[in-house]
Every structure is written in structure tokens, then in C-alpha cells.
């Protein structure tokens, strides 16, 4: 179904879901500073619009692979906010026992393969989901996201190349954010439109605003609809920005402060609820509504996370060798 | 070729467990070589071969019991039978393995080795090695070792702590009840066997007792003369007078000693009776009877007599000592046919030129053997021995 | 065992018995499909999949594009989800580029989703030099990726390893990576056609002695019973001990057999320093110290890149005559 039905309900879904990434990120930052969450932690702010978007396409059948900086995707596609913030306390109860923290989520029941955190590394993957899902027989879409520093990795080359040859089920979303942490896309890539990689290896590629989430959802449900029809890979490039540092440890000094304010005035929070106010299609006391909900929900998860349990260092090599494969 | 045989080291021994051998084929040997050791009920003994030659094969092997007379060795005296080859023949693990049934592990015997670490460092030992030796109580002292880079390994250790280990561990070995038994079983036989008759003979040691003093004060500690080995000198001399009372009554007949051969009696601790022979005693200085009786009485008490001083002696001699009964009427010790006894020496009146005086005395008694002698033999040589001891200077 | 399955010939070769056991695993099980460089219109590298392609269809012997890292990296998205993929990568050599799927994905995705998802993938590799095909083909990285917790390490050495050790590996819920070395594609033995399966945990003795342990795996294997006959005319009894798997590794047999012979040459074809034979000379001297009667000896290979010429490759490899001077050096020091 490509076309979306921008009904109140689904408008105030999309805002909702955007504007609980943006708040639980913010609660990501307060207990970071707090070392409560420890390590790394690379925060999603401003990028909302691509994962809501795409995930509107999808369906529970479907499958997920994300990178370090996956909170949005993680949130978008239902994992519940208390098992990704009890796994980034690091308690058992997380999504993965504490043992992935923020750059590695999984989530089975809902098809969600991490959560990687070497650029690229994701990529191989999605293809190996989606040949199997293929040969399965399956209907199933395998979304794969990546940054635009992925695209100059090798596996990047790689997998486009063979999943175009084995038209596999992939859906590839390059949330283009200008930055590889540090390295602007100008002086890393000698082919600054990400789309031309994609169509040299004969993929149908389009480019994307990716502030604009009905304009996302709008191109995933296209693409998702093609691939399902036995199209083969599809490309999608969703230009955005990330308003806060690459991760908490930088100092950001390869960009200007008045570029970050610029985007964020055209941010997709910004943009979509200002149009849906201008618009008057949302009630202020809606939107009042939204955010104490998600707010509630966030501080719900903070809790549940704090009560939390540690697993057992006994425990630590349970997992390593698998006795069995999960049924 | 000669068949060197189990000896019989006591009047009771029927047989007795090869514990070691001290040689390997092709070793040289000389009369009086001490060429292994055996377990008998009275303890450890060392045995010495009477032949010269060349070890030419070990027919027993360690941890077997065999009769005495059995063929435990063959040596080569360049005799009439062939050559024994060059090469040293392998003694084989397989006499280990025949250890193992009595407990104790063996392996061949090797040569004492050099010392290890001359350079002053300490000696390189594989971990399983010293594990073993620990067990074993074994100092890696002077081991040399076999191992890579000169490591004492294994086999080492447990070459060289049977080696050395085994004397001190027959030592502590004396078996109390097997001894005992021995001693009944010989007492009882000469008591069934032998018609003993007594004579006693009570000595004047005046005369003696002054000499030995002003000869002792003129000696050094250690060289001191104690009134035993007069007594035990006296004892000799005077059996060579009478011939007839040194030797072993065997097969129905009287055969005399080829020496007078003093078996000594020697009470050991924790009880038991021991009676090595002083050989030549007629023959020896009073000095080299009193370093005799020190050595046998010390090596008879730590186990480490040997078989000649065993089987060997002609008569035995007892001397109560300052703690014994003032007479003995001993008891006579298969084979032989005569004993002697002294009892404590005692200060008793003395009647000298019909006068009576306070005079040191000891009661000389003899037991005989009816079958060989009788009272006039024994009577003569009680006398022998009293005239001796009134001219110690002669002894 | 489906009588198509059944070897119908009783001697093989070890490429002969590599393929006969990924037909049997195609032919019994749908999920089963394999994906390598040329496996299939050339026939494999080494002829080990030749015919497959026409026997089994283009969806199952999947040729593809030379990229070890998405080859890989696909076989464990593919295992992910289901399927029992077999993935060939041509050679250990080229398994380098795709290291960071192996370390960081196949190895690693089990523990981090908390045991959500396992990775049932198997990657078959041929390893190990002796071709003289010079410093970048003639790896012997077994050794290395036995250090990464999460994989098994497999090296068959024997014609019934060969046959066998692939179906254990596909019924293993972990990532297994089997090393086949190139010496041994020719090598031909009989196969004991009572055998139909063997398991993939515990190493064997492949000649019982008492002298002296030699522990070897893979294309060191031949050269351990080789030095063996060697010292048996000299009356030296070596036993030999053939790992079959180097992750985990049977500790229990390495200490059994030390601690009985109390001496031990590890042979080890990787270059010495931080090899397998390191960390199985430790495993000794934290097991069986107090066992030894010697010092622990290992023969390897020498830290060179292996050299082109053939005395020169020959010389950096362990040989049997090598293997039997350091235990003979053991046994019976000079």
C-alpha cells in the first residue's frame, strides 16, 4: 500500500512516535551524565522522521537491521522503552540481558537483528536475512539502515552487489546525515549523491527528504510495496542531520554551531508538528497530551530499569555457545 | 663357573628374600665382596661372596624367597667353563616387575654417581622426579641425572632411593617376634638336642682389673679397654688349647673350627640376642677386640652384620655385664658345642695366703655338648682361662 | 541414513569424502545450501563440489561474486533466520577479509542478543601450506580463530573426519569453521562402513605408545605418525594424539596422555609464537605439572611468510624427522 492514509489518528501516531524517540534520548543524556549508562551512546535527535517513517511500511512479518545509533529504529518498530533502558542500565532484564547495551539491541519477537557497531557491519547481514526469508518463500522486507560512512566501506560495495544479483528482499535506507562521525560527506566521499552508488549496481534508488516523515514514509511504502512484488533490492536515500554530538565524547569541532541551530529549525518534529498546527489538524492540548504520555512511559522505563536486576557473573558465558537454537 | 648360593646365616634360617643386589653382571669381585642383601627374620643382612671373578649372571632376582642352598648368582672364576661375554646383559624391567608383588618398586642398579651441579647451582629435577622423591624421603643430593639438560627425571630417583634407602629402612626392620621366634626355635633345638653339662669356675680379677686400669690411663677415651675384652681374649686363647670344644657338631660328628671364631652375645633393644663372630679372636690384640666388640655391637644393633659374622662362629661367649646375675648357666647355640658365660663381676671375700681379703671375682661357667666333651675337657679350659687372667700382660 | 546418502565406494579420497558429506547434508536437509567462490560452475577450487551444481540447482550451490566479507556476513544472516547455510571461503587466506563478520557478527551475535538468536553456520575453509604457492596462500590460521569464544574449530585429518565431522558441524547450534588442509585432498583410506557418524568434541589416539605423547592436528597429523614409525625402530614407543577439534579443546585427552608417557612434542604447523601449541603446552603445565618428566617440546612453523622455493618452504614447516629428534631428545637425552 503506497499510499498513506494521513488520518488524525495516523498523524498523531507519527508525531508520538517521533516525539518519544526525542524525549527518551533526552533521558538517555541525563543518565549517561549520571553513569547510569555507560560506554557508548550515540543519540538519534533530528533523525526521527527516517525510522518512523520507514517502519510505518513494515510489518511484524518483516525484518529490522540497524547500527549503533538505534534507539529511534528501536523505538519505531515497538520495542518496549523499559527493556532498551534496562539493557543500557545494564540489568537482566533488558532486551538483551545487559549484555549489548546501547549499540546492540535484539529483539526476536519482533525481527529486530541489531544494533552494530562496526560501519557496515550490518550489511552482510540484512542480505543473509532476506536470502533466507527468499528462499523461504517468505514475503518478508529486510530493512537495512546504515550512515552515509557506510557506503564507503567495502561490505557496503559488496552487499548492494549481490543482492542486486540475487535480487534479494532488501530495503537499503541510508540516513544521510552529512557526517561520518567527524568526516563530512564532502571530504569522504568522492561521490557526494549516495543514490548513484545504488544505481550503478542497477538498484532502484531514490533520494528522500528525511525531515519529512509522511515524505519517508510516503518512499518506503513504495519501495517496501516494489521489493514485496518480487522487485528486487531497493535503495532509499533520506537526507537528514543528527543535532547532537557523533556519541556523548565529542567535542564537535569538525562543524559549526550555527549550521546545527540552522537544521534544527527545520527539524522533523518541528516541521511536522508546526504543519499539523498550522494546519489545525492537532489540538495544543493533544500535543500537551503526547508528550506527558511519553514522558510517562519514559520515566516508567527509568524505573522499571532501576529496580532492575544484574545477571549473575556466573552466568557471563551462558550464551557464548548455544546448547540449542532458540525455537 | 661357580654357583654362588643362599647362605645360611643362622642355625635356623631356612630361607630369605634377595631385597637388593649391590651388583650387576660383569662387575669384578674379590673374597669378601659384598654382593647383595637379604631379608631374613632377623633383619637385613649383607652377604659376601668367597670367590674371585666376574659376575656372570643373576639367577635370583629382587623381592624372590628362595631356600637357602639356592643358586642366587653365577660367577666366573676363569675356571673351566666358558667365557661369560663382554657386554653387560640387560637386567630388564622385568625384575621391577617382580618387585612389585612384594610392594616395593626396583629398578637396575647403577654405579654411585658424581655429584650434579658442580658449578654450585641447584640440580635441574623434573616435576614428577621430586613429587617422587619427596614420597620417598629422598635427598636429590649427588644424584646425577639422566634427563634432558642433565634433569634428574624419574627413573633416576628411583634408582638411586632404592640404592640408598634400603639399608636404613632394613634397619628399623628388626623384627621382634620374628626374632624371638628364632631364638625359641634354636633354644628349644638345643635344649632336645644337645646333652649340655655345667661346670663353673669363680675367678680372682685382682691382678686383671689393676692392669686394665693403669693401661687405660695411659690410653685415649676411645681406645679404653673394658674388662670384656679380656675376658673375651683370655676366652679365646684358651679354646685353642682345647680344640675340642671349638667347632659345630653336624651330620652325627664333631668338625673343628678353622679358628677360634668368638661368637659374641649381643643383647639388642626391645629384646632379641644376636651372637656375631669375632673371627681370629686368639689371634687379635686386646685393642683390636676392644674396636671388635664396639663395631659388632653397634652394627648388630643397627642391622648391619654381616654373613660371615653370622654363621661363622666357633664357640659363644656371654658376659652378663655389670647388670647381670652373678653365674650363667647358658644355653648352648646349634651347631656348636660349647659355650661360655661370665657372670657380673662382684667384690666377695677371697681367701689370699690363709688370709681374707676384699677381691673383684667373676664366675666363669662353661656348658658342653656330652656328645664331643666331657667334664675334663671343660674343666681344662676353665682352668686355661683363669691362669690367663691372672697374667694380663700376656693377653 | 538414506541409501542416496550412503557412500556407495569404501575407499576415498578426503576431497571424495568432503563431498560425499555435503551431498549427504544437501540431500537430508532442505535448509541445507551452500554458498563459496566457485563452487559451482568450476567445481570448487580444490574439485571438492564438483558435479554439485548439477545435481543440486543454482538455489542450493550458490556461486558467488568475490566478496568473503557479504559471503559470509550473508551466511550468518541466513542461519539467523532458519537456514543451515555451509559457506565456503576458498581458502584460509582469504577468510582475512571476512574477519569481521566471523569475530564480530558470527561469533559474537549469540551473547550479545542474550541467547535470542544462535548462529547455526557452518564455514568450510581449505588451510595450511606445502604447495609452494608463496607467503599469502599457505596460512595456517586455525590456531588464531581457536581463540575466538563462540566458534568451533574443527580439523579433520582422517578420510572418516572428512566424511563425517561436516554433518556434526550442521547439527552444532554455534558457528563452526572447518579447516580442511590441502595436503590431505589426495590422501586415500579406507572407510569403516560401520561408522556413520563421529563426534565433534574429543581428540583421538590415533597410535597408542608410552614414551612419549606427540599431539598433532590436521595436515600435522600424517608427520606425527610418521616421526612415530621413525622412532619405533629405535624403540621408542611415541603415542599420538590427533586434537580433530582445536576450539575447545580436549583438555582431558591432552592431560591423559601426557600424564601417562610424561612427555610430549605438540606439532603445530602455525608460526610458533602465540600459537594453538602455546596454549596446549600451558593447558599441560596447568594440568599435569607435576606429571612431567621432561620439559614440554613443540614443533612449528618457523616465523617466516613461507617462502616460494620448495627446500625453503620444506624448511619451515614441521617434518616427521624433526618431530622425532625433539622426542627422541626427550626420551633418550644425548
Given at each position: 500500500?503506497?499510499?498513506?492514509?494521513?488520518?488524525?489518528?495516523?498523524?498523531?501516531?507519527?508525531?508520538?512516535?517521533?516525539?518519544?524517540?526525542?524525549?527518551?534520548?533526552?533521558?538517555?543524556?541525563?543518565?549517561?551524565?549520571?553513569?547510569?549508562?555507560?560506554?557508548?551512546?550515540?543519540?538519534?535527535?533530528?533523525?526521527?522522521?527516517?525510522?518512523?517513517?520507514?517502519?510505518?511500511?513494515?510489518?511484524?512479518?518483516?525484518?529490522?537491521?540497524?547500527?549503533?545509533?538505534?534507539?529511534?529504529?528501536?523505538?519505531?518498530?515497538?520495542?518496549?522503552?523499559?527493556?532498551?533502558?534496562?539493557?543500557?542500565?545494564?540489568?537482566?532484564?533488558?532486551?538483551?540481558?545487559?549484555?549489548?547495551?546501547?549499540m546492540h539491541f535484539f529483539d526476536r519477537g519482533r525481527r529486530f537483528y541489531g544494533g552494530n557497531a562496526i560501519v557496515g557491519g550490518g550489511l552482510p547481514l540484512a542480505a543473509g536475512v532476506a536470502l533466507a526469508d527468499l528462499m523461504q518463500g517468505k514475503k518478508s522486507v529486510t530493512v537495512c539502515f546504515f550512515g552515509d560512512g557506510a557506503v564507503n566501506e567495502g561490505e557496503f560495495h559488496e552487499t548492494l552487489n549481490l543482492s542486486m544479483l540475487w535480487r534479494l528482499p532488501v530495503l537499503f535506507i541510508c540516513e544521510n546525515n552529512l557526517y561520518a562521525m567527524g568526516m563530512a560527506i564532502e571530504r569522504a566521499d568522492s561521490e557526494t549523491h549516495i543514490i548513484r552508488h545504488a544505481a550503478s549496481y542497477g538498484m532502484p534508488a531514490e533520494e528522500v527528504d528525511g525531515m519529512d516523515v509522511v515524505a519517508v514514509e510516503s518512499a518506503a511504502r513504495r519501495a517496501a510495496e516494489a521489493i514485496r512484488d518480487g522487485g528486487g533490492p531497493?535503495?532509499?536515500?533520506?537526507?537528514?542531520?543528527?543535532?547532537?554530538?557523533?556519541?556523548?565524547?565529542?567535542?564537535?569541532?569538525?562543524?559549526?554551531?550555527?549550521?546545527?541551530?540552522?537544521?534544527?529549525?527545520?527539524?522533523?518534529?518541528?516541521?511536522?508538528?508546526?504543519?499539523?498546527?498550522?494546519?489545525?489538524?492537532?489540538?495544543?492540548?493533544?500535543?500537551?497530551?503526547?508528550?506527558?504520555?511519553?514522558?510517562?512511559?519514559?520515566?516508567?522505563?527509568?524505573?522499571?530499569?532501576?529496580?532492575?536486576?544484574?545477571?549473575?557473573?556466573?552466568?557471563?558465558?551462558?550464551?557464548?555457545?548455544?546448547?540449542?537454537?532458540?525455537? | 663357573?661357580?654357583?654362588?648360593?643362599?647362605?645360611?646365616?643362622?642355625?635356623?634360617?631356612?630361607?630369605?628374600?634377595?631385597?637388593?643386589?649391590?651388583?650387576?653382571?660383569?662387575?669384578?669381585?674379590?673374597?669378601?665382596?659384598?654382593?647383595?642383601?637379604?631379608?631374613?627374620?632377623?633383619?637385613?643382612?649383607?652377604?659376601?661372596?668367597?670367590?674371585?671373578?666376574?659376575?656372570?649372571?643373576?639367577?635370583?632376582?629382587?623381592?624372590?624367597?628362595?631356600?637357602?642352598?639356592?643358586?642366587?648368582?653365577?660367577?666366573?672364576?676363569?675356571?673351566?667353563?666358558?667365557?661369560?661375554?663382554?657386554?653387560?646383559?640387560?637386567?630388564?624391567?622385568?625384575?621391577?616387575?617382580?618387585?612389585?608383588?612384594?610392594?616395593?618398586?626396583?629398578?637396575?642398579?647403577?654405579?654411585?654417581?658424581?655429584?650434579?651441579?658442580?658449578?654450585?647451582?641447584?640440580?635441574?629435577?623434573?616435576?614428577?622426579?621430586?613429587?617422587?622423591?619427596?614420597?620417598?624421603?629422598?635427598?636429590?643430593?649427588?644424584?646425577?641425572?639422566?634427563?634432558?639438560?642433565?634433569?634428574?627425571?624419574?627413573?633416576?630417583?628411583?634408582?638411586?632411593?632404592?640404592?640408598?634407602?634400603?639399608?636404613?629402612?632394613?634397619?628399623?626392620?628388626?623384627?621382634?617376634?620374628?626374632?624371638?621366634?628364632?631364638?625359641?626355635?634354636?633354644?628349644?633345638?638345643?635344649?632336645?638336642?644337645?646333652?649340655?653339662?655345667?661346670?663353673?669356675?669363680?675367678?680372682?680379677?685382682?691382678?686383671?682389673?689393676?692392669?686394665?686400669?693403669?693401661?687405660?690411663?695411659?690410653?685415649?677415651?676411645?681406645?679404653?679397654?673394658?674388662?670384656?675384652?679380656?675376658?673375651?681374649?683370655?676366652?679365646?686363647?684358651?679354646?685353642?688349647?682345647?680344640?675340642?670344644?671349638?667347632?659345630?657338631?653336624?651330620?652325627?660328628?664333631?668338625?673343628?673350627?678353622?679358628?677360634?671364631?668368638?661368637?659374641?652375645?649381643?643383647?639388642?633393644?626391645?629384646?632379641?640376642?644376636?651372637?656375631?663372630?669375632?673371627?681370629?679372636?686368639?689371634?687379635?690384640?686386646?685393642?683390636?677386640?676392644?674396636?671388635?666388640?664396639?663395631?659388632?655391637?653397634?652394627?648388630?644393633?643397627?642391622?648391619?652384620?654381616?654373613?660371615?659374622?653370622?654363621?661363622?662362629?666357633?664357640?659363644?661367649?656371654?658376659?652378663?655385664?655389670?647388670?647381670?646375675?652373678?653365674?650363667?648357666?647358658?644355653?648352648?647355640?646349634?651347631?656348636?658345642?660349647?659355650?661360655?658365660?661370665?657372670?657380673?663381676?662382684?667384690?666377695?671375700?677371697?681367701?689370699?695366703?690363709?688370709?681374707?681379703?676384699?677381691?673383684?671375682?667373676?664366675?666363669?661357667?662353661?656348658?658342653?655338648?656330652?656328645?664331643?666333651?666331657?667334664?675334663?675337657?671343660?674343666?681344662?679350659?676353665?682352668?686355661?682361662?683363669?691362669?690367663?687372667?691372672?697374667?694380663?700382660?700376656?693377653? | 541414513?538414506?541409501?542416496?546418502?550412503?557412500?556407495?565406494?569404501?575407499?576415498?579420497?578426503?576431497?571424495?569424502?568432503?563431498?560425499?558429506?555435503?551431498?549427504?547434508?544437501?540431500?537430508?536437509?532442505?535448509?541445507?545450501?551452500?554458498?563459496?567462490?566457485?563452487?559451482?560452475?568450476?567445481?570448487?577450487?580444490?574439485?571438492?563440489?564438483?558435479?554439485?551444481?548439477?545435481?543440486?540447482?543454482?538455489?542450493?550451490?550458490?556461486?558467488?561474486?568475490?566478496?568473503?566479507?557479504?559471503?559470509?556476513?550473508?551466511?550468518?544472516?541466513?542461519?539467523?533466520?532458519?537456514?543451515?547455510?555451509?559457506?565456503?571461503?576458498?581458502?584460509?587466506?582469504?577468510?582475512?577479509?571476512?574477519?569481521?563478520?566471523?569475530?564480530?557478527?558470527?561469533?559474537?551475535?549469540?551473547?550479545?542478543?542474550?541467547?535470542?538468536?544462535?548462529?547455526?553456520?557452518?564455514?568450510?575453509?581449505?588451510?595450511?601450506?606445502?604447495?609452494?604457492?608463496?607467503?599469502?596462500?599457505?596460512?595456517?590460521?586455525?590456531?588464531?580463530?581457536?581463540?575466538?569464544?563462540?566458534?568451533?574449530?574443527?580439523?579433520?585429518?582422517?578420510?572418516?573426519?572428512?566424511?563425517?565431522?561436516?554433518?556434526?558441524?550442521?547439527?552444532?547450534?554455534?558457528?563452526?569453521?572447518?579447516?580442511?588442509?590441502?595436503?590431505?585432498?589426495?590422501?586415500?583410506?579406507?572407510?569403516?562402513?560401520?561408522?556413520?557418524?563421529?563426534?565433534?568434541?574429543?581428540?583421538?589416539?590415533?597410535?597408542?605408545?608410552?614414551?612419549?605423547?606427540?599431539?598433532?592436528?590436521?595436515?600435522?597429523?600424517?608427520?606425527?605418525?610418521?616421526?612415530?614409525?621413525?622412532?619405533?625402530?629405535?624403540?621408542?614407543?611415541?603415542?599420538?594424539?590427533?586434537?580433530?577439534?582445536?576450539?575447545?579443546?580436549?583438555?582431558?585427552?591432552?592431560?591423559?596422555?601426557?600424564?601417562?608417557?610424561?612427555?610430549?612434542?605438540i606439532v603445530d604447523e602455525g608460526w610458533r609464537s602465540g600459537s594453538i601449541s602455546a596454549e596446549i603446552g600451558m593447558r599441560i603445565a596447568e594440568g599435569a605439572f607435576f606429571e612431567l618428566d621432561a620439559p614440554l617440546r613443540r614443533v612449528c612453523g618457523r616465523e617466516v611468510p613461507m617462502p616460494y622455493a620448495a627446500h625453503l618452504e620444506d624448511a619451515c614447516l614441521p617434518q616427521p624427522e624433526g618431530i622425532a629428534a625433539a622426542a627422541r631428545e626427550l626420551v633418550a637425552p644425548s
Amino acid at each position: 500500500m503506497s499510499r498513506i492514509h494521513l488520518d488524525h489518528a495516523h498523524m498523531r501516531h507519527l508525531l508520538k512516535e517521533m516525539i518519544r524517540i526525542r524525549h527518551f534520548e533526552a533521558k538517555c543524556v541525563e543518565l549517561y551524565q549520571a553513569q547510569k549508562i555507560l560506554g557508548f551512546l550515540h543519540l538519534y535527535d533530528g533523525e526521527e522522521a527516517v525510522s518512523v517513517g520507514a517502519m510505518q511500511a513494515l510489518t511484524a512479518e518483516d525484518a529490522v537491521i540497524a547500527t549503533y545509533r538505534e534507539h529511534g529504529q528501536a523505538l519505531a518498530r515497538g520495542i518496549p522503552p523499559s527493556l532498551l533502558m534496562a539493557e543500557m542500565l545494564g540489568k537482566v532484564e533488558g532486551c538483551c540481558r545487559g549484555r549489548g547495551g546501547s549499540m546492540h539491541f535484539f529483539d526476536r519477537g519482533r525481527r529486530f537483528y541489531g544494533g552494530n557497531a562496526i560501519v557496515g557491519g550490518g550489511l552482510p547481514l540484512a542480505a543473509g536475512v532476506a536470502l533466507a526469508d527468499l528462499m523461504q518463500g517468505k514475503k518478508s522486507v529486510t530493512v537495512c539502515f546504515f550512515g552515509d560512512g557506510a557506503v564507503n566501506e567495502g561490505e557496503f560495495h559488496e552487499t548492494l552487489n549481490l543482492s542486486m544479483l540475487w535480487r534479494l528482499p532488501v530495503l537499503f535506507i541510508c540516513e544521510n546525515n552529512l557526517y561520518a562521525m567527524g568526516m563530512a560527506i564532502e571530504r569522504a566521499d568522492s561521490e557526494t549523491h549516495i543514490i548513484r552508488h545504488a544505481a550503478s549496481y542497477g538498484m532502484p534508488a531514490e533520494e528522500v527528504d528525511g525531515m519529512d516523515v509522511v515524505a519517508v514514509e510516503s518512499a518506503a511504502r513504495r519501495a517496501a510495496e516494489a521489493i514485496r512484488d518480487g522487485g528486487g533490492p531497493h535503495f532509499l536515500e533520506c537526507k537528514t542531520y543528527r543535532f547532537r554530538a557523533h556519541s556523548m565524547f565529542d567535542a564537535q569541532a569538525y562543524r559549526k554551531k550555527e549550521e546545527v541551530e540552522a537544521w534544527r529549525k527545520k527539524g522533523p518534529i518541528v516541521r511536522f508538528q508546526g504543519w499539523l498546527q498550522d494546519n489545525h489538524l492537532i489540538a495544543e492540548a493533544e500535543i500537551a497530551a503526547i508528550e506527558s504520555e511519553v514522558d510517562r512511559e519514559i520515566a516508567d522505563a527509568v524505573a522499571f530499569a532501576e529496580r532492575g536486576a544484574l545477571e549473575p557473573v556466573e552466568d557471563v558465558e551462558r550464551f557464548v555457545v548455544m546448547k540449542e537454537v532458540p525455537a | 663357573m661357580i654357583d654362588y648360593r643362599m647362605p645360611a646365616l643362622g642355625a635356623d634360617m631356612e630361607a630369605g628374600t634377595l631385597v637388593e643386589w649391590l651388583i650387576h653382571p660383569g662387575d669384578k669381585v674379590k673374597s669378601g665382596s659384598i654382593i647383595a642383601v637379604v631379608e631374613t627374620q632377623k633383619g637385613a643382612i649383607e652377604i659376601e661372596v668367597f670367590a674371585e671373578g666376574t659376575i656372570a649372571e643373576i639367577v635370583v632376582p629382587v623381592g624372590q624367597r628362595v631356600p637357602v642352598g639356592s643358586v642366587l648368582a653365577r660367577i666366573d672364576d676363569g675356571g673351566s667353563s666358558p667365557p661369560v661375554s663382554a657386554a653387560q646383559p640387560e637386567i630388564a624391567t622385568p625384575i621391577a616387575q617382580t618387585a612389585e608383588a612384594t610392594g616395593k618398586r626396583f629398578a637396575p642398579l647403577v654405579p654411585p654417581p658424581l655429584t650434579v651441579g658442580a658449578t654450585g647451582t641447584r640440580p635441574k629435577v623434573t616435576p614428577v622426579a621430586r613429587r617422587r622423591a619427596a614420597a620417598l624421603g629422598f635427598d636429590l643430593l649427588h644424584v646425577t641425572g639422566s634427563g634432558v639438560e642433565g634433569s634428574i627425571r624419574l627413573a633416576d630417583v628411583e634408582r638411586g632411593a632404592q640404592r640408598r634407602a634400603e639399608p636404613t629402612r632394613h634397619v628399623a626392620g628388626y623384627d621382634a617376634a620374628a626374632m624371638r621366634a628364632a631364638i625359641t626355635a634354636a633354644m628349644s633345638r638345643s635344649k632336645r638336642e644337645i646333652p649340655h653339662y655345667y661346670l663353673s669356675e669363680t675367678i680372682e680379677l685382682g691382678r686383671a682389673l689393676a692392669w686394665l686400669e693403669a693401661s687405660n690411663a695411659a690410653r685415649a677415651p676411645q681406645d679404653r679397654l673394658l674388662p670384656a675384652a679380656l675376658l673375651l681374649k683370655a676366652s679365646a686363647l684358651a679354646v685353642r688349647k682345647t680344640p675340642r670344644l671349638n667347632g659345630v657338631f653336624l651330620d652325627g660328628e664333631f668338625k673343628p673350627g678353622d679358628g677360634v671364631h668368638i661368637g659374641w652375645a649381643v643383647s639388642l633393644r626391645g629384646g632379641g640376642l644376636i651372637a656375631p663372630a669375632i673371627r681370629e679372636a686368639d689371634k687379635k690384640s686386646l685393642s683390636e677386640i676392644m674396636s671388635a666388640l664396639r663395631d659388632i655391637v653397634e652394627r648388630a644393633r643397627k642391622g648391619g652384620l654381616r654373613s660371615s659374622e653370622l654363621g661363622s662362629a666357633t664357640i659363644t661367649v656371654t658376659s652378663l655385664g655389670d647388670r647381670g646375675a652373678e653365674a650363667v648357666a647358658a644355653i648352648i647355640h646349634p651347631p656348636q658345642v660349647a659355650i661360655i658365660g661370665f657372670g657380673r663381676i662382684v667384690t666377695r671375700p677371697w681367701v689370699v695366703e690363709d688370709k681374707i681379703e676384699a677381691r673383684p671375682v667373676v664366675a666363669a661357667t662353661l656348658a658342653g655338648d656330652h656328645r664331643v666333651t666331657d667334664g675334663h675337657i671343660g674343666g681344662l679350659l676353665l682352668a686355661n682361662i683363669r691362669d690367663l687372667l691372672q697374667e694380663p700382660d700376656n693377653l | 541414513m538414506s541409501d542416496a546418502a550412503a557412500s556407495s565406494f569404501l575407499r576415498l579420497t578426503y576431497r571424495e569424502a568432503c563431498k560425499q558429506a555435503l551431498r549427504q547434508a544437501l540431500i537430508e536437509d532442505p535448509r541445507v545450501f551452500l554458498m563459496g567462490e566457485d563452487i559451482g560452475r568450476y567445481g570448487g577450487c580444490y574439485a571438492v563440489t564438483k558435479g554439485m551444481l548439477e545435481e543440486f540447482g543454482e538455489a542450493r550451490i550458490r556461486d558467488t561474486p568475490l566478496a568473503e566479507s557479504a559471503i559470509v556476513g550473508a551466511g550468518i544472516g541466513a542461519a539467523i533466520v532458519g537456514m543451515r547455510p555451509i559457506v565456503e571461503v576458498m581458502t584460509c587466506n582469504f577468510s582475512l577479509l571476512a574477519l569481521d563478520q566471523i569475530v564480530n557478527n558470527a561469533a559474537t551475535i549469540p551473547h550479545m542478543s542474550g541467547g535470542q538468536f544462535a548462529v547455526p553456520l557452518v564455514i568450510r575453509m581449505a588451510t595450511g601450506g606445502g604447495r609452494r604457492v608463496a607467503a599469502q596462500h599457505s596460512h595456517s590460521l586455525e590456531g588464531w580463530f581457536a581463540h575466538i569464544p563462540g566458534l568451533r574449530i574443527l580439523t579433520p585429518a582422517t578420510i572418516e573426519d572428512a566424511r563425517f565431522m561436516l554433518l556434526g558441524a550442521l547439527r552444532d547450534p554455534n558457528p563452526v569453521l572447518i579447516f580442511e588442509h590441502v595436503m590431505l585432498y589426495n590422501v586415500e583410506e579406507n572407510l569403516d562402513p560401520g561408522v556413520c557418524a563421529v563426534d565433534i568434541d574429543h581428540a583421538k589416539i590415533r597410535r597408542a605408545g608410552r614414551d612419549v605423547s606427540l599431539i598433532a592436528y590436521g595436515g600435522g597429523l600424517p608427520k606425527a605418525l610418521a616421526a612415530a614409525s621413525l622412532l619405533n625402530k629405535e624403540g621408542i614407543e611415541a603415542e599420538v594424539l590427533d586434537l580433530r577439534v582445536l576450539r575447545p579443546l580436549d583438555t582431558a585427552a591432552i592431560l591423559e596422555t601426557v600424564s601417562r608417557t610424561r612427555r610430549c612434542v605438540i606439532v603445530d604447523e602455525g608460526w610458533r609464537s602465540g600459537s594453538i601449541s602455546a596454549e596446549i603446552g600451558m593447558r599441560i603445565a596447568e594440568g599435569a605439572f607435576f606429571e612431567l618428566d621432561a620439559p614440554l617440546r613443540r614443533v612449528c612453523g618457523r616465523e617466516v611468510p613461507m617462502p616460494y622455493a620448495a627446500h625453503l618452504e620444506d624448511a619451515c614447516l614441521p617434518q616427521p624427522e624433526g618431530i622425532a629428534a625433539a622426542a627422541r631428545e626427550l626420551v633418550a637425552p644425548s
